[in-house]
């Protein structure tokens, strides 16, 4: 397998859309009901990422990670309402997952984050969580609850670098 990173375009956006909508299922499937997972399905990520990205592209940072012509993950980040910066998504296409994929994906965007940021993760997601942590990021206190499909859905806040 050969990855290559660039920059996300406007073409890549359905596809962002689908492997966002199977990332968040195989991650979530133990976590959410199934219900909630179904969200988005059937292109409607693709039409979000596609809405979302007219308005915060020039603000916001999309990187891809391709095999030829596979998208197997992507990156985004951007100003946070903490006055930060925050990766808002990380994912990788489940069949890469244990691949380096998403180390190559963190390893590009963390230069980008400097000289903090924030990312908000599912307690429950202990896969997601043992990956943040080892590439430097801890959870620093902070909670929200926020609306996924039909269900509420608590978050905690890691923070990055380990000193403020």
Known sequence: MTVQLRAGRNSDLAGVGDLHFR????????????????FGGDGRLGEWWTERWKWEQPTHRLTVATNGDELIGFTYLGPSPDDVTELYAIHVDPAHIGTGVGRLLMAD?????APR?????????????????????????????????????????????TTP
């Open 23 to 38: 990332s968040r299922a195989d991650a979530y499937r133990d976590i959410l009901r199934p219900s909630t997972l179904e």
């Open 117 to 161: 940021a924030v990312l908000w993760v599912l307690p429950g997601n202990v896969r997601a969580r043992r990956f943040y942590e080892r590439a430097g990021w801890h959870p620093d206190g902070e909670t929200r609850a926020e609306k996924m499909g039909d269900e509420n859905v608590d978050h905690i806040r890691y923070s990055w670098p």
């Open 109 to 113: 965007a963390l230069p980008h984050l």
